[in-house]
């Protein structure tokens, strides 16, 4: 039989574009610890007020009420950096809505993103940008799709960054927080440190630039690189579970790797890819109707790495299709 669990991967033109962002900080506690803020409300605010753009259609006969409450910490992966060394840095988000809809519901339109911004102006000049951040990933609905009840979802995004030898040294609050707004987590403190401790051989990886966080999803695009239909729950007469990864145009060969774990915590898939230069996404999927393994109903996690490490998890529900 063939071989169900299949990575799907494009690379791009020549033209290759990628930014580097300079970061650097020390952090004002005993070396070799992970500092992570303390778990914050970032908003809990109305959901799709007075319709909003989220609705693309709306056919019920109440007005549509609900909230939406993010919570969300940064963490830095050591607590003392030089001039010249790379900072992990990880923003982890627990996304939740409550919606109150009419008689017929409503489906997705178009959501926008967020722009996640790193507050380190005190000590750069300016602002580090960390990237964009899909409404439809916090959902885990996209375009068409029926907009359910209730929605949770965890959302984790990791990032790297150089830290340039201009730093200015001293002890600083770091936060991560959506641009123009005042919408943000508990800052960090941190300390930067004057003295160089650059070598040639720093063992510091340059991490996947551009990682925009793994989708769950039914299907995907193969030509455009694009998830299709994502979605937290599959049932038994689906098609597909695709866990979809983007981010910048690889510089070098790089390992992906993909860890399934069933309900009861057993590791039930783990494969990997090594990829090539210039690739720029990847997708691994599995049919369900053809798969070599029969699926447990429940609750279920992936994990995704990159040369090792772990830098994002996604957890979906599998279930019986009660209508078939």
Not at 86 to 108: H, V
Not at 179 to 195: A, F, H, K, L, M
Request: net charge negative.
């Amino acid at each position: 039989m063939e071989d169900r669990r299949i990575l799907f991967i494009k690379k791009i033109s020549v033209n290759v574009r990628f930014l580097i962002i300079a970061l650097s900080v020390i952090f004002f506690i005993p070396s070799g610890l992970a500092v992570t803020s303390e778990d914050k409300i970032i908003y809990d605010l109305p959901l799709f007020d007075n319709y909003g753009p989220a609705f693309a259609t709306w056919s019920g006969g109440d007005v549509p009420l609900g909230t939406a409450l993010l919570k969300g910490t940064v963490t830095f992966d050591k607590d003392n950096y030089n001039p010249g060394d790379k900072a992990k840095i990880k923003l982890d988000m627990a996304f939740s809505a409550t919606i109150i809809a009419g008689e017929n519901g409503a489906l997705m339109d178009e959501l926008g993103y967020d722009t996640w911004m790193l507050h380190t102006e005190d000590f750069l000049g300016f602002d580090v940008e960390l990237g964009d951040i899909k409404g439809s990933e916090f959902m885990g609905i996209g375009k068409g799709q029926e907009i359910p009840p209730l929605m949770v979802r965890n959302v984790s995004h990791t990032y790297y960054y150089e830290i340039p030898d201009s730093v200015n040294p001293g002890t600083y609050n770091v936060y991560a927080f959506i641009d123009n707004s005042e919408y943000q987590t508990n800052p960090v403190r941190i300390t930067i440190n004057g003295d160089s401790g650059y070598t040639e051989s720093s063992s510091f990886k340059e991490g996947l630039n551009g990682f925009s966080g793994m989708v769950i999803s039914k299907n995907f695009d193969e030509e455009n690189g694009e998830p299709i239909e994502i979605s937290d729950t599959f049932l038994t007469t689906d098609e597909r579970i695709c866990a979809f990864v983007s981010f910048s145009p690889l510089l070098s060969e790089s390992k992906l790797e993909w860890h399934w774990y069933d309900p009861t915590g057993y590791l039930f898939i783990e494969d990997y890819l090594q990829a090539e230069e210039g690739w720029d996404w990847a997708c691994y999927y599995i049919d369900i109707q053809d798969y070599e393994k029969p699926m447990l109903p429940g609750e279920w996690k992936i994990d995704f790495l990159y040369d090792g490490e772990i830098l994002g998890s996604q957890i979906f529900t599998y279930k019986e299709d009660i209508e078939k």
